[in-house]
Nanobody, 124 residues
Framework: QVHLVESGGGSVQVGGSLRLSCAAS????????MGWFRQAPGKEREGVAR???????TYADSVEGRFTISKDNAKNTVYLQMNSLESEDTAMYYC??????????????????WGQGTQVTVSS
């Protein structure tokens, strides 16, 4: 079981930026997959971005070009830099990790380790 702790959420105006952090209890250098997901009120959880063990990244179309996922293996931490935030980005953001699977599909339900989430609110 990988313990994940998210931080960095908050309230920001449209067009602003936030950086989310996810601290992992295991070595992120050897973690097959780490990802960010979000769930807005009344909506299903959706994938936002993922980063594989080798550093390759994938993004949801809705955030491509605005969000950047990265990891610092020395700190066992994964980040999500969010720029040009829109009101539609308002959601609870969750970090996930898995040693075997790596997908943004179906809200990442196949991924086995999840954090408690951090709230992001974007207002105009």
């Amino acid at each position: 079981q990988v313990h994940l702790v998210e931080s960095g959420g908050g309230s920001v105006q449209v067009g602003g930026s936030l950086r989310l952090s996810c601290a992992a209890s295991e070595d992120t250098a050897t973690m097959f997959c780490m990802g960010w997901f979000r769930q807005a009120p009344g909506k299903e959880r959706e994938g936002v971005a993922r980063i594989r063990e080798d550093g390759t990244t994938t993004y949801a179309d809705s955030v491509e070009g605005r969000f950047t996922i990265s990891k610092d293996n020395a700190k066992n931490t994964v980040y999500l830099q969010m720029n040009s935030l829109e009101s539609e980005d308002t959601a609870m953001y969750y970090c996930a990790a898995d040693h075997q699977w790596c997908t943004l599909d179906e809200g990442g339900k196949i991924l086995r380790n999840w954090g408690q989430g951090t709230q992001v609110t974007v207002s105009s």
